[in-house]
């Protein structure tokens, strides 16, 4: 689905520049330990189901829709994994907008055994990828920094922290 109308009426008021997003993403494991990637049409990067969450929205009604919406695929959240942002989560679309995302990563089971139908739109296909595998893909910037802990660990895992007090006075 393209930008909401809540994006869209925000962007009309303070144009392209930097907005903070809180966002969800999706975690599907198959039964080999595979993970379900789409290949996004922003781009041509792969990454995981998942985008914005909706002014009102809970995060785990976002996850369900987004993938709902890109792939036609039915997932229930069983855990949260994680919530991640920084540099690697900044992005600028081809229009200017520049969006810096927080991502809440949910691994999720899927609910039905449909085949994956990516939309066409925001994702252009989708197949399970094994960790060794990542590495021959171009990754979003923000999933070649976190999924290949969060493939390892299957577990949750906080970052480290790289913020220091300020020195002096």
Do not use: K
């Amino acid at each position: 689905m393209p930008i909401s109308d809540y994006l869209r009426d925000l962007r009309t008021r303070i144009g392209t520049t930097l907005v903070l997003m809180p966002s969800v993403a999706a975690l599907i494991f198959d039964e080999h330990g595979r993970v379900l990637l789409a290949r996004h049409s922003n781009g041509g990067v792969w990454s995981t189901p998942g985008g914005a969450i909706d002014p009102d929205e809970a995060p785990q009604d976002a996850v369900a829709r987004e993938v709902w919406e890109e792939l036609a695929v039915r997932v229930e959240p069983t855990r949260c994994l994680g919530s991640f942002g920084g540099p690697a989560f900044r992005i600028t679309y081809a229009n200017g907008d520049v969006v810096s995302y927080v991502i809440t990563a949910f691994e999720c089971r899927r609910l039905d055994d449909a085949a994956l139908r990516p939309d066409g739109d925001e994702v252009l296909e989708a197949r399970y990828v094994g960790a060794d595998e990542l590495r021959t893909l171009t990754l979003s910037s923000w999933a070649a920094v976190v999924l290949p802990t969060l493939m390892e660990r299957r577990g949750d895992w906080v970052p480290p922290v790289t913020w220091r007090p300020p020195t002096g006075g």
